[in-house]
């Protein structure tokens, strides 16, 4: 059986958690995501400080774990330390940005 993707691309701006909620929505993401399956966010964060265009607002990737609550509670955010392009500690990174819990 065949499936068909779907693809939903939206601006987001500052309405981060109505915009991933309609995403998930449209792409019917209860039945594919089950309370005991992990989600994994590689969130592009490059620097310590957060840089507009550059990297993804930590506020939305906020959002999006609030967003992903509601399907399962299991869920990772990875990252690298960019590879040779910039030398900075993913440690840092993440307690500069707030993404450390």
């Known amino acids: 059986m065949s499936q068909t993707a779907k693809v939903f691309i939206e ?3 500052q309405k981060y958690l109505a915009r991933i909620q309609e995403g998930f929505s449209f792409v019917d993401i209860a039945t594919k995501i089950r309370t005991c ?6 969130p592009n964060m490059t620097f310590p400080q957060y840089r507009e265009g ?3 607002s ?3 990737i ?6 992903l ?3 399962t ?3 990772i955010i990875g990252e690298s330390d960019g590879g040779g392009y910039n030398w900075f500690s993913m440690d840092e990174v993440f307690e500069k940005t707030g993404l450390r819990t």
């Open 37 to 42: 399956d992990t989600v994994f966010i590689k």
């Open 73 to 75: 509670s299991n869920i």
């Open 11 to 13: 601006r987001i701006n």
């Open 54 to 56: 550059v990297m993804t």
């Open 62 to 67: 906020e959002n999006l774990i609030i967003a």
């Open 58 to 60: 930590p506020a939305c």
């Open 69 to 71: 609550k509601d399907y």
